[in-house]
């Protein structure tokens, strides 16, 4: 064992964990947790600021974990000199496309702070950043290289992709983690410490490899929405009831994962990744069509769905620009707090241009990330706003959300996720649903639909 190695495995090696976001905060948690020193690093002195006082903007790390986490030594700063003493580097930072092309700006940037902070003795530097095949080859190993390190000698690089799925149902441990690096004692260094955190890591032989499968990953579930929002468009078309028949299919013990509806796909990952496999793909002479389609047909559900609830308000003799609209979720997806490309900007926006007055609501979105004020969500429903409200229009189905009191107080639902109740003769018209139009249910109390 290096001594590199030694020090990972008796706990005494220094952690750095640049960007403290949604995954390098729960990373920077889990490696205080496993026995680390932790140092994180963050560009953003008022996220810094709040997560010394135990201030977390993050939906998997609670106020009370986080101040424990801080108890135990992790160091969250502003300053990257605090870097110098570290170990192991991990990168969080963000990555996105700016008109299709990889953004790789703030991993170059980031890639330059650890080595111009780095020790002079080896250190273990793993991107977990999202990135493009060949990103760690043409970005990373030049930039470190630039600022006097030896890739693969003195500094030993690896990529491990994070995984995790914030309001998901498994937790941090259970998820394999890929570790792509293209030495032995590269690979291996960095297994040692994702080891410590949890239960398994997949080695692959070169960080192209690791890269890929992040890749492959996220554009397989972007593609199966797509076909999901595509079956469902169909399906209203048919009179089929979309998520009857997915459900029916989903009960197939093999060779079909279930995939299901929805107003539009939305955060950092799924509307994004896709993109940089495309671009890698046309640069090496590659169609892949497929998904190029596929990204097509998912931007263009949020103005589809835009139109059925302009339908859905005229068959209730209500014209858009003088509807008044509750929007129940903002974020992405259940239970967190992420606006990040939601679909339910792009709805709002539809609406107000259209003239229509929002009443957003959402108990996760943190206000500090809403930047455009028209969207700020009240945290918790208004009876009142709701029962005066042309329509409520359920887009995001968080737990916080009360199904049966929404069905009770709404004059006319339009459900995207397939989760609200009938009611009385509250009509709901259902994304998916060829046989909902604007249906009204003669039940006299609430009942869940499935
Ligand atoms: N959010 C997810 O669920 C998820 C899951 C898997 C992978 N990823 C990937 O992980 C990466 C990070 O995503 P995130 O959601 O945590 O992003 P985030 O925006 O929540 O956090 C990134 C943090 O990095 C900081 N930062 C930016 N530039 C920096 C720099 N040069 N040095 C130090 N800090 C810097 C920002 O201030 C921010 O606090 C992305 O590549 C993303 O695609 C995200």
């Known amino acids: 064992m290096s001594s590199l190695q030694n020090k990972i495995a008796d706990r005494t090696a220094t952690v750095g964990v640049i960007g403290l976001g949604y995954v390098g905060l729960p990373l920077s948690q889990h490696f205080t947790d496993a026995g680390f020193d932790v140092v994180g690093f963050d560009v953003d002195e008022e996220r810094v600021s709040r997560l010394r006082v135990g201030d977390s903007y993050v939906d998997d790390v609670d106020d009370d974990t986080l101040t424990e986490t801080v108890a135990r030594g992790f160091r969250p700063t502003a300053d990257p000199a605090k870097l110098a003493g570290c170990d192991a580097f991990v990168l969080a930072v963000p990555t996105g496309v700016e008109s299709g092309t990889p953004d790789m700006g703030a991993v170059r940037q980031a ?164 993109q940089y496999l495309t671009w890698r793909a046309k640069q090496t002479g590659t169609g892949l069509s497929l998904v190029d389609n596929a990204i097509e047909v998912n931007e263009a559900v949020p103005s589809r769905v835009f139109g059925q609830i302009k339908t859905a308000l005229s068959a209730h003799g209500t014209d858009l620009d003088d509807a008044s609209v509750v929007v129940l979720g903002m974020s992405y997806k259940p239970n967190v707090g992420d606006i990040r490309n939601s679909p339910a900007l792009d709805i709002c926006e539809l609406l107000i241009n259209a003239g229509a007055s929002i009443h957003p609501v959402d108990p996760h979105v943190d206000e500090a990330v809403i930047v455009d004020e028209r969207y700020e969500p009240a945290s918790a429903i208004d009876r009142g706003t709701l029962r005066s409200a042309d329509i409520a229009l359920f887009l995001v189905n968080h737990d916080k959300f009360d199904t049966d009191k929404i069905a009770e107080d709404s004059n006319l639902i339009f459900d995207a996720q397939n989760a609200v109740p009938e009611y009385n003769d509250t009509p709901v018209v259902r994304l998916g649903d060829g046989n909902s139009e604007v249906s009204s249910s003669s039940l006299k109390s609430p009942v869940s639909r499935r």
């Open 111 to 274: 890639t330059r702070t650890v080595a111009e902070y780095a020790p002079d003795r080896d250190v273990l530097f793993v991107c977990s950043s999202t990135v493009y095949p060949g990103a760690a080859d043409e970005v990373i190993r030049p930039a470190l290289e630039n600022s006097g390190r030896i890739p693969g000698d003195d500094i030993l690089v690896s990529v491990v992709p994070e995984r995790l799925n914030p309001g998901g149902e498994y937790d941090f441990e259970e998820i394999p983690l890929v570790v792509g690096a293209d030495s032995v004692r590269e690979r291996e260094t960095a297994q040692a410490l994702f080891d410590s955190v949890v239960a398994e890591t997949v080695p692959v032989g070169e960080t192209i490899t690791a890269e890929s499968a992040k890749m492959i990953e996220n554009t397989y579930r972007m593609v199966n929405i797509a076909f999901a929002n595509q079956f469902a468009e169909f399906a209203e078309n048919a009179g089929v009831d979309a998520w009857e028949a997915i459900d029916a299919a989903g009960t197939k013990p093999f060779g079909f994962q279930k995939f299901t509806p929805g107003p539009g796909v939305g955060g950092h990952c799924i509307p994004v990744d896709p």
